[in-house]
């Protein structure tokens, strides 16, 4: 069984606020988007024996996740953008889940270009309410947000990640059938 994620990071507080969607099988494969420094992808990458594709956009926080990456096998960082699929994809292995923690406004559509493009099994959108839209109620924001990922697949679980992260939620995908 996957052990929990230690930690408020979004997968930690999504877990701790009654998120169960989170069970890869052993070997699935990973693409994780917004991997910043690496902290979350390091602890997929020790917990799975499958490969973590991390994908980030800053050269700074990619420096960390570099080196991050030098330790651990199956810790594949890109230094690049998103929203650009074609870039990455030559390092994307057949995919169970895509992870998504993105500060973006448009990080819905980058969400489910992602998702589209690499079918995984299931996905996970960590949405930042204010990075979309600081002056809306970040309620109806989650409401657009699982609106617009139904094109991607069935949206399981939408959870709140207050009060570790305010203003943000995790929407679940299941693609399997869609």
């Given at each position: 069984m996957m052990q929990r994620m230690q930690g408020q990071g979004k997968l930690g507080a999504y877990q701790t606020n009654g998120g169960d969607a989170w069970d890869p099988e052993p070997g699935e494969n990973v693409l994780y988007l917004g991997a910043a420094e690496g902290a979350t992808a390091s602890w997929m990458c020790k917990q799975l024996d499958g490969t973590i594709v991390a994908v980030e956009k800053s050269p700074v926080a990619g420096l960390s996740l570099l080196r991050s990456a030098r330790e651990l096998d199956h810790l594949i960082p890109y230094i690049g953008d998103a929203r650009n699929t074609g870039s990455y994809a030559p390092f994307v292995p057949s995919l169970g889940f895509v992870y998504q923690d993105i500060a973006q406004r448009d990080q819905v559509d980058i969400?489910?270009?992602?998702?589209?493009?690499?079918?995984?099994?299931r996905a996970f959108l960590a949405v930042k309410a204010r990075s979309i839209a600081v002056e809306r109620d970040p309620k109806s924001v989650f409401e657009d947000a699982r609106e617009a990922v139904e094109e991607a697949g069935r949206v399981v679980d939408v959870v709140s990640l207050d009060p570790f992260h305010k203003d943000h939620a995790m929407i679940v995908v299941d693609t399997v059938g869609e």
């Open positions: 969400f489910v270009k992602n998702v589209e493009r690499f079918s995984p099994r």
